[in-house]
């Protein structure tokens, strides 16, 4: 629940603070009277993320057990493909979002359509909504399907619509890009969870080697596939299912926030260690280029009072 609450809160967020920013534009230039067209494209971007959840989950009953495995395991892939390119797009667009997104508006409003405004509101937040409904089902596989997953999502989601509607009104003083800086590192961990599932779910499928194909080293003697060092590289790389049970809270909290299962493979292990160190690594770079740019530019700026233009943090 923790986990989803705070994924369900940063890309509801991000949602907001674009919705946020297309209707104050488009009061502020006095075309309230195309609001209706805008709120239009974002509700068919809502029913799109919503239809698509709905396909994934009830879809997959219909599926054999290996095709929904081969299911979940591409769109978990998928998922963390979508977050990974969206963490990295907040640190480089974040700065000119609003800029892009009113110059989307001003082309739409040219073009004088009733369809081109509607796209403007579709595109802007069918891509939050597609990828938090993809991550959000992935996670709920992970789980079993627990009605906490969406319980979390739906509070993250309900608090980011508000702190949206305060913060355009300025009611709400909260610093985004340390926000968003947080929150991408948390998500970095996360998709690195989700990877190791997808991996989990393409092995028992047979589509990759490992504990459950042929390619699993065993023991002789046993049979059994083996665990450790010498179960390198497609058996077991730990077991500790005798101190940490798979079903209990540690367990349940560890797998929610950094992708930790008490039995995991050495390709899960493996990638997950490698997703993290090297996005990992861009990420901290993006973010440490992005502070110093924000700090010179805070520098450079004139420090007379009178030569500051007076900003309205309602504005967005």
């Known amino acids: 629940m923790f986990a989803t609450f705070l994924i369900g809160l940063r890309e509801g967020l991000e949602a907001a603070l674009v919705v946020g920013i297309l209707v104050a534009y488009l009061r502020r230039i006095g075309r309230s009277d195309v609001l209706a067209r805008m709120w239009a494209g974002i509700g068919l971007a809502v029913a799109l993320a919503l239809g698509i959840g709905a396909v994934l989950t009830f879809g997959a009953y219909a599926l054999t ?75 709920s596989q992970t789980f079993g399907r627990d009605p906490s997953v969406l319980l979390g999502a739906a509070l ?95 367990a349940v909290l560890l797998q929610a926030v950094i992708g930790f299962m008490p039995h995991m493979t050495w390709l899960q292990v493996t990638c997950w260690t490698v997703y993290v160190l090297v996005v990992g690594f861009f990420f901290i770079r993006g973010a440490r280029r992005a502070h110093g740019g924000s700090h010179r530019a805070a520098s450079a700026a004139p420090s007379h009072p009178s030569s500051l233009t007076p900003s309205n943090p309602g504005a967005a």
């Open 156 to 250: 993250g989601l309900g608090i980011a619509v508000v702190a949206g509607w305060m913060l355009s009104r300025g009611a709400l003083r909260l610093d985004l890009g340390r926000f968003f800086t947080w929150t991408g590192a948390f998500l970095v961990v996360v998709a690195a969870g989700v990877l190791a599932y997808a991996v989990m779910d393409l092995q028992e499928a047979g589509v990759i080697p490992g504990p459950f194909s042929g390619a699993a080293p065993v023991d002789a003697a046993t049979g059994v596939v083996l665990t450790g060092w010498a179960g390198f590289p497609f058996g077991w790389a730990f077991d500790v299912s005798a101190v940490i049970a798979p079903t209990g809270v540690w």
């Open 65 to 139: 057990s290996q095709a929904q495995e081969i299911l979940g395991g591409t769109f978990s892939l998928l998922a963390v493909g979508m977050v990974t390119w969206m963490i990295f797009w907040m640190q480089q667009a974040g700065r000119t979002m609003k800029s892009s997104l009113q110059g989307g508006v001003d082309r739409a409003l040219e073009a004088g359509t009733v369809w081109a405004l509607v796209a403007v509101g579709f595109v802007s937040v069918a891509r939050e909504g597609i990828e938090t409904t993809l991550l959000l089902w992935s996670m």
